[in-house]
């Protein structure tokens, strides 16, 4: 038998995020870092990434000073939640509003 696993260690990388913007010299080392824009979409239902794995995603995201949003899908689970009523939509206005 095979198993694959992959860590992804988001917190972690929210945590640089954070310091990086807080960090006094960062302008002088970078004039082109801003806040990062970061869509959460979290179907409720998810069987394998429970839905409060994202809420704390997002939690961390708002602290690291990102501009974030979160859209939750109540009958999404982990393969089909962009089949849920309103996933495109919304994903078209957030691209609208950020991808500026």
Do not use: C
């Amino acid at each position: 038998k095979f198993l694959v696993r992959e860590d992804w260690d988001n917190l972690e990388y929210l945590s640089d995020i954070k310091k990086a913007l807080s960090d006094p010299d960062t302008d002088k080392k970078n004039r082109s870092l801003r806040a990062p824009r970061i869509l959460f979409t979290s179907g409720r239902k998810d069987e394998i990434a429970p839905f409060h794995m994202m809420d704390k995603l997002y939690e961390e995201a708002q602290k690291a000073k990102a501009v974030a949003a979160k859209i939750d899908f109540e009958e999404g689970n982990h393969n089909e939640t962009w089949l849920q009523e309103g996933y495109f939509r919304q994903l078209a206005v957030w691209l609208q509003r950020y991808s500026r």
